[in-house]
């Protein structure tokens, strides 16, 4: 915070009461937050993984990833996040030195498997570098409530294979578009 107090309640935001805006800029002040906002902005900075998404929930990153390349890997995903617009990143990070890691392997296995796709592969290598072979209780790169089960279980896998849940009124609008079909061939063919 380099404003001062005076500046920080002018700048209420709209739908902000004055009260509530004044109280807000006050508990920024006091020695107790500053503390807890050093605290904060230590524990993020030692994560190692610095993410350039900014407010882009996961379920949001994905909906726009799928936009712009159609199918795509968690390896891509996990590049979306965590590179910047030019496909850089911060320094020193652990995300730099794991991304370089995934795909110095995806290379190895693109060049000794042929029958798997790119896309294959990256998810297989991205899994094996995070999870080590193992199922994890709560998958990374998901946002919350996703449960190992969506990721690796039934669901898991009949997503991966292209189908979501099984929408029945889908199903049943498709017969019974099939049985118009041929009732109207029918008709043709009997006039």
């Not at 006091?30 to 904060?40: D, R």
């Not at 379920?59 to 795509?72: C, I, S, V």
């Not at 296995?109 to 709560?138: F, M, Q, T, W």
Request: glycine share 6%.
């Amino acid at each position: 915070m380099t404003q001062t107090n005076d500046q920080n309640y002018d700048n209420r935001p709209d739908g902000t009461s004055k009260q509530n805006w004044t109280n807000l800029v006050d508990y920024w002040y006091l020695p107790e937050f500053q503390k807890l906002s050093k605290l904060g902005k230590d524990a993020r900075a030692s994560l190692g993984h610095a993410h350039f998404s900014g407010a882009t929930s996961f379920a949001n990153r994905r909906a726009e990833l799928e936009k712009e390349k159609g199918k795509f890997s968690e390896l891509d995903f996990y590049k979306s996040f965590y590179t910047k617009k030019d496909g850089s990143f911060k320094e020193g990070t652990l995300s730099q030195q794991f991304l370089e890691d995934a795909n110095n392997n995806v290379k190895e296995c693109l060049a000794s498997s042929s029958s798997k796709s790119r896309v294959d592969i990256e998810n297989e290598v991205l899994d094996d570098l995070i999870y080590n072979g193992e199922v994890p209780k709560h998958p990374l790169n998901y946002g919350f409530g996703v449960k190992q089960s969506d990721i690796f279980g039934v669901q898991g896998l009949l997503r991966k294979e292209g189908s979501s849940h099984v929408n029945h009124n889908a199903i049943e609008m498709e017969s019974l578009k099939a049985e118009f079909s041929a009732v109207k061939k029918k008709n043709e063919d009997l006039r």
